[in-house]
Nanobody
Framework: QVHLVESGGGSVQPGGSLRLSCTAS????????MGWYRQAPGKEREVVAG???????SYTDSVTGRATISRDDAKNTMYLQMNSLKPDDTAVYYC???????????????WGQGTQVTVSS
């Protein structure tokens, strides 16, 4: 079992920055992948960025160049640094962790409760 708690959301003006944090507890050594997702009102949840256990990162096109995902395994925490924020970035941001077990072969997804990010002047 993995428990995820996000923090760092808030209200910011366009062009501003925020750093979101996602702290994991439980079987954290079993996490293979972590990612940030967001859901705006009336829209489906979408991936923002992901990072593997080996540190390989990936970003959706709309945040490339403006976002940096990172993880501090000593603190069991993943971060999302967002710069040059736009009103379109307004959404609830969720973190997700995937645990893959070999015996038995299975995968489990865990989600945090979400943190609101509002970009408005």
């Amino acid at each position: 079992q993995v428990h995820l708690v996000e923090s760092g959301g808030g209200s910011v003006q366009p062009g501003g920055s925020l750093r979101l944090s996602c702290t994991a507890s439980g079987s954290t050594s079993s996490i293979n992948y972590m990612g940030w997702y967001r859901q705006a009102p009336g829209k489906e949840r979408e991936v923002v960025a992901g990072i593997t256990k080996n540190g390989v990162t990936s970003y959706t096109d709309s945040v490339t160049g403006r976002a940096t995902i990172s993880r501090d395994d000593a603190k069991n925490t993943m971060y999302l640094q967002m710069n040059s924020l736009k009103p379109d970035d307004t959404a609830v941001y969720y973190c997700k962790a995937i645990v893959i077990t070999i015996t038995p072969l299975n995968s489990h997804e865990y989600w945090g409760q979400g943190t609101q990010v509002t970009v408005s002047s």
